[in-house]
């Protein structure tokens, strides 16, 4: 079982940035893909990035490549998305999740996610 819940979201100006947190219980953390997701009022909930259970590989969405860092932390039991050259099109609750490293769904695919957090807002504005 892994609890999740996801901080650092806020209201900020295009072009700024934020680090969201997410803290996990559980002592088979580092056992766990951790992915971020979001979802935009009115549309379905979106891949953004994601992060292997080491830390050694990670994958992000075309629409925020380049943009958006994801890393872990398994001492802290800790995934962070650091956000930079925010958009108001970023706009969205944000979502982190875990995926058992055994799992051989995609980590690009929602139901393949065994773990949720609630969520934190992130709103842009222009």
């Known amino acids: 079982q892994v609890h999740l819940v996801e901080s650092g979201g806020g209201l900020v100006q295009a072009g700024d940035s934020l680090r969201l947190s997410c803290a996990a219980s559980?002592?088979?953390?580092?056992?766990?893909?951790m992915g971020w997701f979001r979802q935009a009022p009115g549309k379905e909930r979106e891949f953004v990035a994601g992060?292997?259970?080491?830390?050694?590989?990670?994958y992000s969405a075309d629409s925020v490549k380049g943009r958006f860092t994801i890393s872990r932390d398994n001492a802290k039991n800790t995934v962070y998305l650091q956000m930079n050259s925010l958009k108001p099109e970023d706009t969205a609750v944000y979502y982190c999740?875990?995926?058992?490293?055994?799992?051989?769904?995609?980590?690009?695919?929602?139901?393949?996610?065994?773990?949720w957090g609630r969520g934190t807002q992130v709103t842009v504005s222009s």
């Open positions: 999740a875990a995926k058992n490293r055994h799992n051989s769904g995609s980590d690009y695919y929602i139901g393949s996610y065994n773990y």
């Open positions: 559980g002592r088979t953390f580092s056992t766990y893909t």
């Open positions: 992060t292997a259970w080491n830390g050694g590989y990670t």
